[in-house]
């Protein structure tokens, strides 16, 4: 049985709820396990990860800037503070297993953890992983992915295909349309669009929206709109939500069950954790990849549900003209809504925690 474990990473929620989703499943098989988060000072997880109950350490890592700064001249000098201090956090800690979820602190961490011969795994949330865990896949004992045909980036024989570990509670949604139309203030009688853009937004889902009001007023649906912190102001000021009473505006949704239960279609980014909880909720979904990560990682996530008749795709730089229009004929199609639902259902991978876990345990042993 695992008595210590260190899980490390952040930077977005994609990272993030994965790792404490890790964590509640290790802590579901042994209540008296301590866990230790390793993060990086100043992002999201050093806030997130002790609301969910954990202790986190912070590491000084940061990422290079595109543009030529002072920074990215100091980047070395915090990358190599950053592994001292990794190794002397594992050295104290004495974990019995190292997990890397992504984002910056997780590449000092398992470089130390695997020099220290603890056993670690990395998880590997995309469809196209970025380079730093392509290179620490040569160093971890196992690779858990979300998606097929990985083996072009990793060792074959480390991977096990686990998926992307969900908040439990997500996918928790049978029955609850109508409490949970309540609960934003919507009709039960009228179809809903859940527009997702993450938890800073994505300005072309909001623009969408917005250039299409009257459309979506006219078509008689309603729309949970989660625009993203850095846009609610503005859009509070100018979307009239006394003419538009059909649209609930938010900067964050608490309790996305509620906000899966009400959807009959969602539009969203492709994010690995969205790709996941949308193949586990099973509901008929337009994704719009953002063209401004890394490899293009969200292209390719979309794509392992379009690829398998399991979701739409639109891009990013026609959505402002198709999205809408879109999402309103998939409204109107219940026949297809059904095979995309079925497509989904194919593709749900409702066990991951509990297989990482095991992977986990497996290492141990």
Not at 178 to 206: C, P, R
Not at 353 to 363: P, S
Request: aromatic share 6%; charged share 20%.
């Amino acid at each position: 049985m695992i008595q210590k474990a260190i899980i490390s990473g952040g930077g977005t929620g994609g990272h993030i709820f994965p790792a404490v989703a890790i964590a509640n499943g290790l802590k579901a098989q042994n209540p008296n396990i301590e866990i230790l988060f390793v993060g990086a000072e100043g992002k999201m997880e050093m806030e997130k990860v002790p609301a969910a109950g954990y202790k986190i350490i912070g590491l000084p890592i940061r990422g290079l800037q595109r543009k030529l700064t002072l920074s990215n001249l100091a980047l070395p000098f915090k990358i190599l503070k950053s592994y001292f201090m990794a190794k002397k956090i594992i050295k104290d800690f004495k974990p019995d297993v190292v997990v890397g979820v992504g984002g910056y602190a997780s590449a000092p961490t398992l470089i130390a953890a695997t020099r220290l011969g603890i056993p670690s795994v990395v998880q590997e949330q995309n469809s196209f992983p970025g380079k730093t865990n392509i290179y620490l896949s040569k160093k971890v004992n196992k690779i858990c992915v979300a998606h097929k045909g990985l083996d072009r980036f990793f060792p074959a024989e480390k991977i096990v295909f686990t998926g992307n570990p969900v908040r439990t509670e997500v996918a928790e949604i049978e029955g609850k349309r109508e409490q949970a139309l309540k609960s934003f203030h919507l009709s039960t009688d009228k179809q809903t669009i859940l527009v997702l853009g993450g938890s800073l937004g994505a300005l072309t889902l909001n623009n969408s929206v917005q250039q299409h009001l009257d459309t979506l007023l006219a078509a008689d649906v309603q729309v949970i709109w989660q625009c993203g912190k850095f846009y609610k102001e503005r859009l509070s000021k100018e979307v009239d939500t006394n003419k538009y009473n059909n649209i609930v505006l938010t900067d964050f949704i608490p309790e996305m069950q509620l906000a899966y239960a009400a959807a009959d279609v969602i539009i969203s980014r492709a994010g690995a954790l969205s790709v996941s909880e949308i193949a586990l909720v099973g509901k008929p979904s337009i994704l719009v990849p953002s063209p401004n990560v890394a490899e293009d990682h969200q292209t390719h996530n979309a794509n392992s549900l379009v690829n398998e008749g399991a979701a739409l795709l639109v891009k990013d730089n026609t959505a402002v003209e198709e999205l809408i229009p879109l999402s309103l004929q998939l409204l109107n199609n219940p026949a297809f809504q059904n095979k995309l639902r079925g497509n989904l259902k194919a593709l749900a991978k409702p066990n991951a925690t509990q297989d990482i876990v095991q992977v986990l345990m497996d290492l141990k042993a």
